[in-house]
């Protein structure tokens, strides 16, 4: 099953890439899960997604935590919090 991940922000920047598709094994099931499985997949991809604290993830446009699950997610956004001013 191939995902959308769009980056935003800082995120963005630290990826290198706005957006790319990816194809998890299925043993990836929730939105933490991903995470992993990225950053295990580069140097570059671990230290842009270290600070997992940092990070916030909407699927398929809405808003979820770490512990969501992702079948049947066609777009994964990972971004940093959003602050006003």
Known sequence: MAIDILYFAWVREAMGTGAERVA?????????QLVEWLA????IAAAALADRARLRFAVDQQ?????ALIAGA??????????GG
Do not use: L
């Not at 777009?75 to 940093?80: K, L, R």
């Open 63 to 67: 808003f979820v935590e770490g512990d």
């Open 40 to 43: 295990a997949r580069s140097d």
């Open 24 to 32: 998890p094994p299925a043993e990836v099931a929730t939105m933490g």
């Open 74 to 83: 066609r777009e994964i956004a990972i971004f940093p919090p959003v602050t």
